[in-house]
Every structure is written in structure tokens, then in C-alpha cells.
């Protein structure tokens, strides 16, 4: 069992929003595919900002200075 930030669905909201509203707006499926799926792209990253930025905090382990990203990866191997 994952933790759920990695598996949280929600991280593809922006960019689905702005893809449905060039949808919206054009009503052209192929204006939709090449404008609403660069925005989807292009958001992907800043929506997934807000659930995997605070994995990059500084955490000290055993007496070793690591981040929440490197404590979790050895805590839920793959």
C-alpha cells in the first residue's frame, strides 16, 4: 500500500480543466488535441507541485539528513 500522494488521481485536474475548456471554446476536436493537450502538458508539473513539493523538506533519520522524497523511497520500496 502506497502512500496516497502517490497515487492521488487529482494530479491531473489543471491540465484536464483547460483541455475541456479549449473543447469549450472551440468546439474542434483537432484545435482541442494540439492546444488543450500542450496546456496539458504544460501543466503537469505545477499541478503536481502542490502534493509532491513537501516531500522536498529536509528530514533527519537516524542521524542522517535526508528529504521526505529519500525516506519514502526506502520506507515503500519498488
Known amino acids: 500500500h502506497y502512500p496516497m500522494n502517490f497515487v492521488f488521481p ?35 508539473y505545477p499541478g503536481n507541485w502542490t502534493i509532491f513539493g513537501p516531500t522536498h523538506l529536509p528530514l533527519v ?7 521526505v522524497a529519500d525516506y519514502t523511497g526506502f520506507l515503500y520500496v519498488r
Do not use: C, H, Y
Open 10 to 44: 487529482s494530479t491531473m485536474i489543471p491540465g484536464a480543466l483547460v483541455m475541456d475548456t479549449v473543447l469549450l471554446l472551440t468546439r474542434n476536436w483537432m484545435i482541442t488535441a494540439l492546444v488543450g493537450g500542450g496546456a496539458f502538458g504544460l501543466l503537469f
Open 61 to 67: 533519520a537516524e542521524g542522517v539528513l535526508l528529504s
